[in-house]
């Protein structure tokens, strides 16, 4: 791993103490935030809540999660192009990344440093008394979420990684790499346990409400989402299968319309939304990161912009299809017309503001659920007719040609292409999916001339290696 998070994990427990009373606020306690012990963090409900909260705002405002998790993951797919010049992002445009990138190593150092404080969290809880019992058994689940969540990501990135589950540094410090399979077996038991333990409604009652729909948070049907997810990625069909069947079935969720899908189903809590991401703090003037990124600062006079969609990715849609007219947009740059991402709309708070739209990252949504559950029937052949009848759900809530195949084969090709075409430029649903699969090496071996197999990983930073002799690089680096 890298300095940076061996840094944060020889320090005491330290947490930015936040609590809401009609907005938030810093609290000054003694002794100082890098000398909190252990035992006074989780002394109350208060601070434990405040700890908690800090775990999530982390997560949220960590750069992995905002602009490299879909940006970085779509130039290395090929759905999106770098037009600019700036080395890092045409290193993910060519897939020719380095050792000594510091872009990889913020990758790798960010979703560590959340893993520390979903650590922490766990510990802390465990180890001590003065948080309530229902709380803590929450707060326990919600950190165990966020750590698989984080393993998630880190294993598709970069293969083998060191499994951390503890913040005692001379455990840590010198751990070797875990194989992908075992931290999928982490994950999945972090996720059933937090199924288990986390309520149905999301988390923020008070006195006088009896339910909360702030999907910033996560109850019970994110873990299970999550564990759709995973399970599929580990090849057990049927409970992904399951466990996307116990999503769709819930009352919460329901698909957004076609009247309103252009713009609603990016709109904060919305009825579609299983999880999201609060923006974040560190980006004051920024609504969403991608929408700052993919879009430029005028749509109609249009100077300068950095990422276009590729025009071979942007064919594969009919002109009738909503998607094609509501998620992505035409821009004019010297009498030459381009097509870029348009999910998000609103690249500062004021002007989502006044027009009236509250917009927040969406990380899990139902969609994913019914193409999941599609997924695993064609891939076991036990209910072909159902999975085509959900992967028509996508295409009839798009206005897009309906699927008619019925054989398993024909209807995972159609599953496939309709991922790619719901979740384009979205987290690093195509990047993983082609990873998944198999496809990776024949599909952009054709269309990058600097592609090469290795590149289906991001090489361990350097830095990391440096700092951890038992740390191994990645084949091809």
């Given at each position: 791993?890298s ?6 994990m020889?320090s005491l ?8 009373s ?23 409900d ?12 982390t ?5 992995t ?18 037009i ?9 445009n ?20 959340v ?5 922490a ?14 709380l ?20 598709n990135?970069?293969?083998d ?30 996720l ?8 149905v ?6 006195a ?30 049927a ?11 819930s009352?919460?969720y ?20 299983i ?8 980006y ?29 990715f942007?064919a ?33 708070q ?11 990252q969406?990380?899990v ?5 019914y ?32 699927t008619?195949?019925?054989d ?30 198999g ?11 600097s ?6 990983l ?13 740390l ?6």
């Open positions: 791993m300095k940076s998070i061996y840094h944060i020889t427990l330290a947490f930015t103490i936040i609590i809401s009609g907005c938030e606020k810093t609290v000054d306690i003694d002794p100082p935030l890098n000398q909190i012990t252990t035992s006074l963090v989780f002394s109350s208060k601070l434990a809540t405040a700890a908690r909260s800090g775990m999530f705002s997560l949220a405002s960590i750069s999660q905002s602009q490299n998790l879909t940006t970085y993951s779509s130039l290395q797919a090929d759905d999106l192009l770098y600019a010049t700036a080395v890092a992002l045409q290193e993910f060519n897939n020719t990344y380095t050792a000594v990138s510091t872009s990889q190593a913020s990758i790798f150092s960010d979703w560590y440093s893993i520390y404080r979903a650590n969290m766990i510990e802390g809880l465990q180890n001590t008394s003065g948080t309530t019992a229902s803590k058994t929450q707060y326990i689940a919600e950190a165990k979420l966020v750590r698989a969540y984080c393993y998630f990501h880190l294993v990135t970069f293969g990684v060191p499994l951390v589950l503890v913040t005692d540094p001379s455990v840590t410090a010198f751990l070797p790499k875990s194989a992908t399979s075992i931290i999928y077996a982490q994950m999945i038991e972090d059933t346990e937090a199924k288990s333990n986390l309520g409604v999301y988390p923020g009652v008070t006088t409400t009896t339910s909360s729909n702030d999907r910033t948070l996560v109850n019970r049907f994110v873990a299970t989402a999550l564990l759709a997810r995973v399970q599929l990625y580990t090849g057990n069909y409970a992904a299968e399951s466990n996307a069947s116990e999503v769709i079935a009352t919460l329901n698909m957004i319309p076609r009247t309103t899908m252009a713009t609603g189903v990016f709109t904060r809590d919305n009825a579609e939304c999880w999201a991401m609060s923006p974040p703090v560190l004051t003037n920024q609504y969403t990161v991608e929408a700052s990124v993919f879009i430029p600062s005028s749509l109609t006079s249009v100077t300068t912009f950095n990422y276009r969609l590729d025009p071979r942007a594969l849609f009919t002109s009738t299809d909503l998607r094609r007219t509501g998620w992505m947009s035409n821009v004019t740059l010297s009498g030459t017309t381009y097509i870029i991402p348009f999910k998000y709309k609103y690249r500062t004021p002007l989502a503001v006044a027009a009236g739209i509250s917009e927040s969406v990380v949504r139902l969609a994913e659920m193409l999941i559950r599609a997924e695993a029937r064609a891939r076991t052949g036990s209910n072909l007719s159902g999975a085509l009848a959900d992967l028509n759900v996508i295409q009839t809530r798009a206005a897009a040609t309906l008619t195949a019925t398993a084969s024909s209807l995972l090709t159609a599953i496939a292409l309709e991922n790619r075409k719901e979740f384009f430029c979205e987290q690093a649903y195509r990047w993983y999916n082609l990873k998944r699969t496809e990776a090496d024949a599909v952009l071996g054709a269309i990058k001339s592609y090469t197999p290795h590149a289906k991001l090489p361990i930073p350097q830095a990391a290696i440096d700092a951890n002799y038992n191994t690089q990645n084949p091809g680096y």
